[in-house]
Protein backbone atom coordinates (compact mmCIF):
# COMPACT_ATOMS: atom_id res chain seq x y z
CA UNK A 1 0.00 0.00 0.00
CA UNK A 2 2.94 2.58 1.02
CA UNK A 3 4.83 1.57 -2.46
CA UNK A 4 1.17 2.31 -4.28
CA UNK A 5 0.78 5.64 -2.13
CA UNK A 6 4.56 6.89 -2.75
CA UNK A 7 4.17 6.34 -6.36
CA UNK A 8 0.84 8.48 -6.49
CA UNK A 9 2.86 11.10 -4.88
CA UNK A 10 5.50 10.97 -7.62
CA UNK A 11 3.29 10.22 -10.35
CA UNK A 12 0.88 14.13 -8.73
CA UNK A 13 4.85 15.51 -8.51
CA UNK A 14 5.62 15.34 -12.73
CA UNK A 15 2.30 14.94 -13.70
CA UNK A 16 2.63 19.11 -14.37
CA UNK A 17 5.63 18.50 -16.52
CA UNK A 18 3.73 15.81 -18.30
CA UNK A 19 0.62 18.04 -19.44
CA UNK A 20 2.56 21.40 -20.03
CA UNK A 21 4.43 18.99 -22.77
CA UNK A 22 1.40 17.49 -23.92
CA UNK A 23 0.25 20.98 -24.34
CA UNK A 24 3.16 21.72 -26.69
CA UNK A 25 2.30 18.13 -28.64
CA UNK A 26 -1.23 18.98 -28.87
CA UNK A 27 -0.09 22.54 -30.49
CA UNK A 28 1.73 21.12 -32.78
CA UNK A 29 -0.75 18.56 -33.48
CA UNK A 30 -3.28 21.44 -34.08
CA UNK A 31 -1.80 23.93 -36.13
CA UNK A 32 -0.05 21.18 -38.24
CA UNK A 33 -3.46 19.82 -39.70
CA UNK A 34 -4.84 23.21 -39.68
CA UNK A 35 -2.66 24.28 -41.85
CA UNK A 36 -1.73 21.14 -44.06
CA UNK A 37 -4.83 20.06 -44.93
CA UNK A 38 -5.53 23.14 -47.05
CA UNK A 39 -2.19 23.29 -48.40
CA UNK A 40 -2.25 19.38 -49.48
CA UNK A 41 -5.94 20.39 -51.31
CA UNK A 42 -4.16 22.66 -53.30
CA UNK A 43 -0.80 20.49 -54.02
CA UNK A 44 -3.40 18.08 -55.02
CA UNK A 45 -5.07 20.35 -57.40
CA UNK A 46 -1.39 21.38 -58.49
CA UNK A 47 -0.73 17.81 -59.22
CA UNK A 48 -3.97 17.04 -61.39
CA UNK A 49 -3.01 20.50 -63.20
CA UNK A 50 -2.95 20.57 -66.65
CA UNK A 51 0.01 23.32 -67.08
CA UNK A 52 3.06 21.19 -66.71
CA UNK A 53 5.98 23.41 -65.17
CA UNK A 54 3.36 23.60 -61.84
CA UNK A 55 3.05 19.86 -62.22
CA UNK A 56 6.50 19.29 -62.10
CA UNK A 57 6.95 21.48 -59.62
CA UNK A 58 4.28 20.10 -57.08
CA UNK A 59 5.60 16.17 -57.94
CA UNK A 60 9.14 17.57 -57.10
CA UNK A 61 8.21 18.85 -54.03
CA UNK A 62 6.05 15.80 -52.95
CA UNK A 63 8.74 13.30 -54.04
CA UNK A 64 11.48 15.20 -51.75
CA UNK A 65 9.05 15.23 -48.80
CA UNK A 66 7.80 11.91 -48.97
CA UNK A 67 11.24 10.69 -49.76
CA UNK A 68 13.16 11.94 -46.89
CA UNK A 69 12.68 11.26 -42.91
CA UNK A 70 10.61 14.10 -41.14
CA UNK A 71 13.28 13.77 -38.92
CA UNK A 72 15.95 14.99 -41.11
CA UNK A 73 13.36 17.81 -42.21
CA UNK A 74 13.26 18.85 -38.84
CA UNK A 75 17.08 19.14 -38.58
CA UNK A 76 17.40 20.56 -41.41
CA UNK A 77 15.22 23.35 -40.75
CA UNK A 78 16.29 24.16 -37.84
CA UNK A 79 20.32 23.72 -37.92
CA UNK A 80 20.99 23.63 -41.26
CA UNK A 81 18.82 26.69 -43.19
CA UNK A 82 20.71 29.19 -40.53
CA UNK A 83 24.34 27.93 -42.13
CA UNK A 84 22.55 30.13 -45.33
CA UNK A 85 21.15 32.36 -42.80
CA UNK A 86 17.41 31.76 -42.56
CA UNK A 87 16.58 31.34 -39.18
CA UNK A 88 13.55 30.21 -37.62
CA UNK A 89 12.66 29.76 -33.71
CA UNK A 90 12.42 26.25 -32.32
CA UNK A 91 8.46 26.32 -32.42
CA UNK A 92 8.42 28.34 -36.40
CA UNK A 93 10.71 25.65 -37.49
CA UNK A 94 9.13 22.35 -36.28
CA UNK A 95 5.56 24.38 -37.62
CA UNK A 96 7.34 24.84 -40.91
CA UNK A 97 8.84 21.31 -41.24
CA UNK A 98 5.69 19.30 -40.52
CA UNK A 99 3.20 21.04 -42.40
CA UNK A 100 5.46 20.90 -45.63
CA UNK A 101 5.51 17.33 -44.63
CA UNK A 102 2.19 16.34 -43.64
CA UNK A 103 0.43 18.40 -46.31
CA UNK A 104 2.46 16.39 -49.17
CA UNK A 105 1.27 13.21 -47.73
CA UNK A 106 -2.60 14.94 -47.45
CA UNK A 107 -2.13 15.60 -51.14
CA UNK A 108 -1.78 12.38 -52.50
CA UNK A 109 -4.34 11.03 -50.25
CA UNK A 110 -6.67 13.74 -51.90
CA UNK A 111 -5.37 13.23 -55.80
CA UNK A 112 -6.43 9.15 -55.21
CA UNK A 113 -9.62 10.15 -53.76
CA UNK A 114 -10.46 12.85 -56.40
CA UNK A 115 -8.95 10.50 -59.32
CA UNK A 116 -11.13 7.49 -57.84
CA UNK A 117 -14.16 9.63 -58.08
CA UNK A 118 -15.85 7.91 -61.93
CA UNK A 119 -15.08 10.00 -64.63
CA UNK A 120 -19.22 9.49 -65.16
CA UNK A 121 -20.07 11.67 -62.51
CA UNK A 122 -18.28 14.68 -64.26
CA UNK A 123 -20.08 13.69 -67.47
CA UNK A 124 -23.31 13.56 -65.68
CA UNK A 125 -23.24 17.02 -63.58
CA UNK A 126 -21.90 18.48 -67.16
CA UNK A 127 -24.55 17.16 -69.33
CA UNK A 128 -27.00 18.63 -66.18
CA UNK A 129 -25.24 21.92 -66.87
CA UNK A 130 -23.88 22.14 -63.42
CA UNK A 131 -20.82 24.87 -63.48
CA UNK A 132 -17.06 23.11 -62.65
CA UNK A 133 -17.82 25.01 -58.81
CA UNK A 134 -21.60 23.61 -58.51
CA UNK A 135 -20.08 19.99 -59.43
CA UNK A 136 -17.78 20.03 -57.00
CA UNK A 137 -19.57 21.60 -54.19
CA UNK A 138 -22.47 19.14 -54.40
CA UNK A 139 -21.38 16.26 -56.30
CA UNK A 140 -17.49 15.39 -56.39
CA UNK A 141 -16.19 16.58 -53.28
CA UNK A 142 -18.34 14.95 -50.67
CA UNK A 143 -17.37 11.57 -52.36
CA UNK A 144 -14.04 12.49 -52.30
CA UNK A 145 -14.51 13.33 -48.37
CA UNK A 146 -15.92 10.05 -47.95
CA UNK A 147 -13.18 7.90 -49.87
CA UNK A 148 -10.65 9.29 -48.16
CA UNK A 149 -11.23 9.90 -44.80
CA UNK A 150 -9.74 6.42 -43.70
CA UNK A 151 -6.39 7.78 -44.97
CA UNK A 152 -6.71 10.91 -43.11
CA UNK A 153 -7.74 9.30 -40.34
CA UNK A 154 -3.78 7.22 -40.12
CA UNK A 155 -2.15 10.14 -40.67
CA UNK A 156 -3.87 12.35 -38.03
CA UNK A 157 -2.92 9.22 -35.79
CA UNK A 158 0.99 9.16 -37.44
CA UNK A 159 1.05 12.75 -36.20
CA UNK A 160 0.38 12.30 -32.69
CA UNK A 161 3.16 9.63 -32.46
CA UNK A 162 5.51 11.46 -34.56
CA UNK A 163 5.08 15.71 -33.30
CA UNK A 164 7.32 13.85 -30.60
CA UNK A 165 10.35 13.97 -33.50
CA UNK A 166 10.32 17.91 -32.24
CA UNK A 167 12.31 16.97 -29.50
CA UNK A 168 15.66 16.95 -31.65
CA UNK A 169 15.41 20.55 -32.04
CA UNK A 170 15.13 20.92 -28.18
CA UNK A 171 11.04 21.71 -28.41
CA UNK A 172 9.53 20.75 -24.85
CA UNK A 173 7.07 17.86 -26.03
CA UNK A 174 5.29 15.29 -24.00
CA UNK A 175 8.43 12.87 -24.85
CA UNK A 176 11.20 14.87 -23.54
CA UNK A 177 9.03 15.68 -20.46
CA UNK A 178 8.96 12.28 -19.79
CA UNK A 179 12.96 11.62 -21.17
CA UNK A 180 14.06 14.45 -18.23
CA UNK A 181 11.79 13.08 -15.73
CA UNK A 182 13.23 9.01 -16.01
CA UNK A 183 16.49 10.52 -16.44
CA UNK A 184 16.50 12.71 -13.37
CA UNK A 185 14.85 10.21 -11.10
CA UNK A 186 15.81 6.76 -12.63
CA UNK A 187 11.95 5.25 -12.80
CA UNK A 188 10.28 3.90 -15.92
CA UNK A 189 6.71 5.39 -14.48
CA UNK A 190 7.20 8.75 -16.31
CA UNK A 191 7.65 6.73 -19.73
CA UNK A 192 4.37 4.75 -18.87
CA UNK A 193 2.65 8.12 -18.27
CA UNK A 194 3.99 9.81 -21.45
CA UNK A 195 2.29 5.93 -23.35
CA UNK A 196 -0.75 6.47 -21.55
CA UNK A 197 -1.17 9.74 -22.37
CA UNK A 198 -0.44 9.22 -25.85
CA UNK A 199 -2.74 6.28 -25.88
CA UNK A 200 -5.35 8.47 -24.54
CA UNK A 201 -4.77 11.35 -27.31
CA UNK A 202 -5.20 8.78 -29.83
CA UNK A 203 -8.22 7.20 -28.73
CA UNK A 204 -9.54 10.45 -29.08
CA UNK A 205 -8.64 10.97 -32.52
CA UNK A 206 -9.42 7.06 -33.71
CA UNK A 207 -13.10 7.85 -31.84
CA UNK A 208 -13.60 11.03 -33.58
CA UNK A 209 -12.95 9.17 -37.16
CA UNK A 210 -15.34 6.77 -35.97
CA UNK A 211 -17.91 9.48 -35.65
CA UNK A 212 -17.03 10.94 -38.69
CA UNK A 213 -16.76 7.90 -40.85
CA UNK A 214 -20.23 6.73 -39.59
CA UNK A 215 -21.58 10.07 -40.48
CA UNK A 216 -20.69 9.47 -44.11
CA UNK A 217 -21.79 5.66 -44.59
CA UNK A 218 -25.61 6.60 -45.54
CA UNK A 219 -24.60 6.08 -48.51
CA UNK A 220 -22.27 3.47 -50.44
CA UNK B 1 -36.56 18.59 -85.62
CA UNK B 2 -32.93 17.23 -84.90
CA UNK B 3 -30.87 17.12 -87.88
CA UNK B 4 -27.18 15.97 -88.11
CA UNK B 5 -25.77 16.80 -91.17
CA UNK B 6 -21.78 15.13 -92.80
CA UNK B 7 -20.42 14.63 -88.98
CA UNK B 8 -17.23 13.40 -88.85
CA UNK B 9 -15.26 12.14 -85.95
CA UNK B 10 -11.98 10.64 -85.54
CA UNK B 11 -9.73 9.42 -83.07
CA UNK B 12 -5.81 9.71 -83.27
CA UNK B 13 -6.35 9.68 -87.34
CA UNK B 14 -8.69 6.70 -87.19
CA UNK B 15 -12.31 7.68 -88.37
CA UNK B 16 -15.20 6.35 -86.46
CA UNK B 17 -17.74 8.32 -87.93
CA UNK B 18 -17.91 9.43 -91.32
CA UNK B 19 -20.12 11.96 -93.27
CA UNK B 20 -22.80 10.78 -91.01
CA UNK B 21 -26.28 12.31 -91.81
CA UNK B 22 -29.83 11.70 -90.20
CA UNK B 23 -32.69 13.79 -89.21
CA UNK B 24 -35.49 13.50 -86.49
CA UNK B 25 -38.66 14.94 -86.05
CA UNK B 26 -39.97 16.85 -83.08
CA UNK B 27 -41.95 13.87 -81.01
CA UNK B 28 -39.70 11.32 -83.50
CA UNK B 29 -37.90 8.41 -81.71
CA UNK B 30 -34.49 7.26 -83.76
CA UNK B 31 -32.78 3.94 -82.90
CA UNK B 32 -29.40 3.71 -83.94
CA UNK B 33 -28.35 0.33 -84.21
CA UNK B 34 -24.64 -1.21 -84.91
CA UNK B 35 -22.14 -3.89 -83.47
CA UNK B 36 -19.47 -2.38 -80.73
CA UNK B 37 -16.91 -0.39 -82.49
CA UNK B 38 -19.38 1.25 -84.78
CA UNK B 39 -19.04 4.67 -83.04
CA UNK B 40 -22.62 4.61 -81.41
CA UNK B 41 -21.97 5.95 -77.96
CA UNK B 42 -19.35 8.40 -79.79
CA UNK B 43 -22.49 9.80 -81.78
CA UNK B 44 -24.57 10.31 -78.68
CA UNK B 45 -21.45 11.62 -76.62
CA UNK B 46 -21.03 14.31 -79.43
CA UNK B 47 -24.52 15.02 -79.64
CA UNK B 48 -24.89 15.31 -76.16
CA UNK B 49 -21.49 17.87 -76.21
CA UNK B 50 -19.42 15.25 -73.92
CA UNK B 51 -16.80 14.69 -77.31
CA UNK B 52 -16.29 17.54 -80.07
CA UNK B 53 -17.08 16.64 -83.40
CA UNK B 54 -14.24 17.01 -86.23
CA UNK B 55 -16.64 18.60 -88.83
CA UNK B 56 -20.20 18.95 -89.49
CA UNK B 57 -23.41 20.10 -88.11
CA UNK B 58 -25.55 19.61 -85.28
CA UNK B 59 -29.19 21.28 -85.90
CA UNK B 60 -32.20 21.62 -83.51
CA UNK B 61 -35.28 23.41 -85.05
CA UNK B 62 -32.18 25.10 -87.83
CA UNK B 63 -29.98 26.18 -85.37
CA UNK B 64 -26.91 24.90 -83.62
CA UNK B 65 -27.41 23.12 -80.06
CA UNK B 66 -27.14 24.79 -77.26
CA UNK B 67 -26.02 23.29 -73.38
CA UNK B 68 -29.25 22.14 -71.99
CA UNK B 69 -30.97 21.26 -74.84
CA UNK B 70 -29.62 17.72 -75.31
CA UNK B 71 -30.35 15.54 -72.16
CA UNK B 72 -28.93 12.11 -71.42
CA UNK B 73 -29.69 8.55 -69.81
CA UNK B 74 -26.29 7.43 -69.25
CA UNK B 75 -25.71 3.39 -69.60
CA UNK B 76 -24.78 3.29 -66.27
CA UNK B 77 -27.20 5.83 -65.16
CA UNK B 78 -24.10 7.75 -63.42
CA UNK B 79 -26.93 9.04 -60.32
CA UNK B 80 -25.06 10.95 -58.01
CA UNK B 81 -24.65 8.23 -54.91
CA UNK B 82 -24.48 11.04 -52.42
CA UNK B 83 -27.70 12.60 -52.79
CA UNK B 84 -31.42 10.79 -52.33
CA UNK B 85 -33.27 10.04 -55.39
CA UNK B 86 -35.56 13.21 -55.09
CA UNK B 87 -32.26 15.68 -54.51
CA UNK B 88 -30.38 13.75 -57.61
CA UNK B 89 -33.59 15.24 -59.47
CA UNK B 90 -34.13 18.81 -58.09
CA UNK B 91 -30.30 19.31 -57.72
CA UNK B 92 -30.11 20.91 -61.47
CA UNK B 93 -32.92 22.74 -61.67
CA UNK B 94 -32.49 24.63 -58.69
CA UNK B 95 -28.56 25.19 -59.10
CA UNK B 96 -29.03 26.05 -62.94
CA UNK B 97 -32.54 26.63 -63.43
CA UNK B 98 -32.63 28.80 -60.46
CA UNK B 99 -35.73 27.46 -59.01
CA UNK B 100 -36.60 27.77 -55.46
CA UNK B 101 -36.04 24.67 -53.38
CA UNK B 102 -39.60 24.24 -52.78
CA UNK B 103 -40.35 24.66 -56.91
CA UNK B 104 -37.35 22.19 -57.71
CA UNK B 105 -38.59 19.41 -55.45
CA UNK B 106 -42.55 19.85 -56.55
CA UNK B 107 -41.29 19.25 -60.41
CA UNK B 108 -39.12 16.56 -59.22
CA UNK B 109 -41.60 14.95 -57.48
CA UNK B 110 -44.22 15.32 -60.12
CA UNK B 111 -41.99 13.51 -62.58
CA UNK B 112 -40.84 10.94 -59.87
CA UNK B 113 -44.61 9.97 -59.32
CA UNK B 114 -45.48 10.23 -63.44
CA UNK B 115 -42.57 7.79 -63.51
CA UNK B 116 -43.42 5.46 -60.59
CA UNK B 117 -40.32 6.02 -58.36
CA UNK B 118 -42.30 8.53 -55.76
CA UNK B 119 -42.30 6.29 -52.96
CA UNK B 120 -38.08 6.04 -53.42
CA UNK B 121 -37.72 9.72 -53.31
CA UNK B 122 -35.75 9.48 -50.09
CA UNK B 123 -33.77 6.01 -50.89
CA UNK B 124 -30.68 6.37 -51.74
CA UNK B 125 -28.95 5.30 -55.62
CA UNK B 126 -27.22 2.14 -53.72
CA UNK B 127 -30.99 0.98 -52.73
CA UNK B 128 -32.36 0.62 -55.70
CA UNK B 129 -32.37 -1.89 -58.71
CA UNK B 130 -30.83 -1.22 -62.49
CA UNK B 131 -35.07 -0.48 -63.49
CA UNK B 132 -35.31 1.41 -61.06
CA UNK B 133 -32.44 3.67 -61.27
CA UNK B 134 -32.97 4.11 -64.98
CA UNK B 135 -36.30 5.67 -64.13
CA UNK B 136 -34.63 8.09 -61.74
CA UNK B 137 -31.82 8.71 -64.22
CA UNK B 138 -34.69 9.86 -66.92
CA UNK B 139 -36.54 12.13 -64.67
CA UNK B 140 -33.34 13.83 -63.22
CA UNK B 141 -32.74 14.45 -67.23
CA UNK B 142 -36.49 15.18 -67.87
CA UNK B 143 -36.30 17.85 -64.92
CA UNK B 144 -34.25 20.33 -66.94
CA UNK B 145 -36.71 20.36 -69.62
CA UNK B 146 -34.57 18.36 -72.26
CA UNK B 147 -35.73 19.09 -76.03
CA UNK B 148 -33.86 15.19 -77.03
CA UNK B 149 -33.02 13.11 -74.52
CA UNK B 150 -30.61 10.29 -75.22
CA UNK B 151 -30.21 6.44 -74.24
CA UNK B 152 -26.93 5.13 -74.35
CA UNK B 153 -27.90 1.46 -74.21
CA UNK B 154 -30.92 1.34 -72.11
CA UNK B 155 -31.94 -2.12 -72.05
CA UNK B 156 -28.09 -3.95 -71.03
CA UNK B 157 -28.32 -3.50 -67.45
CA UNK B 158 -31.83 -4.69 -67.33
CA UNK B 159 -33.35 -8.05 -66.80
CA UNK B 160 -35.27 -9.45 -69.42
CA UNK B 161 -38.32 -8.81 -68.21
CA UNK B 162 -37.40 -4.99 -67.70
CA UNK B 163 -37.05 -4.34 -71.63
CA UNK B 164 -40.32 -4.09 -72.55
CA UNK B 165 -41.33 -1.96 -69.69
CA UNK B 166 -38.46 0.88 -70.58
CA UNK B 167 -39.85 0.40 -74.52
CA UNK B 168 -43.39 1.62 -73.28
CA UNK B 169 -41.68 4.14 -71.00
CA UNK B 170 -40.06 5.12 -74.18
CA UNK B 171 -43.29 5.13 -76.36
CA UNK B 172 -45.27 6.75 -73.44
CA UNK B 173 -43.01 9.82 -73.11
CA UNK B 174 -43.55 9.97 -77.28
CA UNK B 175 -46.56 11.07 -76.30
CA UNK B 176 -45.24 14.39 -74.37
CA UNK B 177 -44.21 15.78 -77.37
CA UNK B 178 -39.97 14.54 -76.22
CA UNK B 179 -37.75 13.67 -79.32
CA UNK B 180 -35.85 10.63 -78.50
CA UNK B 181 -32.86 8.72 -79.37
CA UNK B 182 -31.83 5.36 -78.24
CA UNK B 183 -28.38 3.71 -78.78
CA UNK B 184 -28.75 -0.26 -78.74
CA UNK B 185 -27.77 -3.17 -79.89
CA UNK B 186 -30.83 -4.96 -78.88
CA UNK B 187 -32.76 -5.59 -82.19
CA UNK B 188 -35.77 -7.21 -79.99
CA UNK B 189 -36.14 -4.46 -78.20
CA UNK B 190 -35.17 -2.07 -81.31
CA UNK B 191 -38.44 -4.23 -83.04
CA UNK B 192 -40.75 -3.69 -79.84
CA UNK B 193 -40.06 0.71 -80.56
CA UNK B 194 -40.38 0.06 -84.29
CA UNK B 195 -39.75 3.41 -85.76
CA UNK B 196 -37.17 5.32 -87.45
CA UNK B 197 -33.94 3.21 -87.31
CA UNK B 198 -30.26 4.37 -88.04
CA UNK B 199 -27.92 1.47 -88.50
CA UNK B 200 -24.18 2.35 -88.74
CA UNK B 201 -21.39 0.04 -89.51
CA UNK B 202 -17.30 0.06 -88.01
CA UNK B 203 -15.26 2.33 -90.55
CA UNK B 204 -12.88 -0.27 -92.14
CA UNK B 205 -9.88 0.91 -91.22
CA UNK B 206 -7.14 2.91 -94.00
Same mark, same amino acid.
Given at each position: ?? +? ?12 ? %? ?28 ? +??? *????? +? ?28 ? &? ?37 ? %? ?6 ? &??? %??? &? ?6 ? *??? =? ?10 ? *? ?29 ? =? ?19 ? +?? &? ?5 | ?47 ? /? ?5 ? /?????? /? ?67 ? /? ?75
Amino acid at each position: MQ +EVERIMKYVMQILP %ALLSGTGMTLRIFCWTLVLSLPLGILVAVG +ELS *KFNPL +EWLVRFYVWIMRGTPLLLQLIFVFYGLPLI &HIVFPRYQAALFAFVLNYAAYFAEIFRGGLQSVPQGQFE %AAKVLRLS &HWQ %ALQ &HVIIPQVV *KIV =LPSIGNEVINLV *KDSSLVYVIGLGDLLRAGNVAMARDVTMVPL =LLVGLIYLALISLCAFAQRKL +EA &HFSYYK | MLEIKNLNKSFNGRPILRDLSCQIPTGGILTVVGPSGAGKTTLLRIIA /GLETKDS /GQLLLN /GQAIKQGQIGVVFQDFNLFPNLSVLQNVALAPELVLKKTKDEAQQTAKHLLTQLQMAEYQDQYPYQLSG /GQKQRVAIARALAMQPAVLCYDEPTSALDPNLRRAVGDLILGLQKTGLTQLIITHDMAFTQQIDQQVLRIKPLAEE
